[in-house]
């Protein structure tokens, strides 16, 4: 079935440094993304929807400068946390919900 | 109040016991209502889908949808101790593109 891979599956950053991380659908086209972030026993939050070859758009309280989203094609949407500090410490989910299909997520930790 | 309210757990229960999970909403708007399954470090696991009120089964696993109550459940039997997990409810307005929102999830445990 339709599956769509997300890398890195943790990483481990210092802070200030920026980490990219990128969610790709395998065999079908996703001209919309959505990046989720999950804190620990809490619900899937949304941060932004990504469209393709346009602009994201961001949820309210979502900084759009720190957390950068390009969907530069129909199969290929990444997410660029940038600067990053301690408190962005969290779990990062991609989803092309047309298809209903989540990413593995990635783990991120800031030191 | 939240949009979707669900009990975090953990509920426990004895393999071979039939295990409910259940959410509460209070958008009457939603109309589309799913389940996921969630492994730690994991990304969520499209269990059920429905669409509006009603029963849909699949294996041993049921999901029911009482639109009046505002109240859907997952209904698991003869449990299993791989079933545990963290299982996800999520809801939306539309199918098309529709964005879900989520509770927090019900974290089961079943024991030998």
């Known amino acids: 079935g339709a599956v769509v891979s997300q890398h890195p599956s943790w990483v481990i950053c210092k802070s200030g440094t920026s980490v990219k991380i990128e969610c790709r659908s395998l065999d079908f086209q996703a001209t919309t993304m959505f990046w989720y972030r999950q804190f620990p026993k809490q619900s899937l939050m949304l941060m932004a929807t990504s469209n393709e070859g346009s602009k994201a758009t961001y949820e309210q309280g979502v900084e759009k400068d720190k957390f950068l989203i390009n969907h530069a094609s129909l199969t290929l949407s990444t997410l660029t946390v940038t600067s990053a500090h301690p408190e962005d410490s969290s779990f990062y989910i991609c989803s092309a919900l047309q298809q209903g299909f989540f990413g593995q997520g990635t783990r991120l930790t800031v030191v | 109040q939240k949009e979707v309210e669900q009990d975090p757990g953990p509920l426990s229960v004895p393999e071979g016991a039939i295990v409910s999970l259940n959410c509460t909403y209070s958008?009457?708007?939603?109309?589309?209502f799913m389940w996921y399954r969630q492994y730690s470090r994991k990304g969520p696991e499209l269990l059920m889908y429905t669409y509006s009120s009603g029963n849909k089964e699949d294996g041993r696993f049921t999901a029911q949808v009482d639109k009046s109550s505002k109240y859907i459940s997952l209904f698991i039997r003869d449990s299993q101790p791989s079933d545990s997990t963290t299982y996800l409810c999520a809801m939306s307005q539309s199918g098309g593109s529709y964005i879900p929102t989520f509770g927090r999830g019900t974290s089961l445990i079943v024991h030998p």
């Open positions: 958008n009457s708007a939603f109309q589309y």
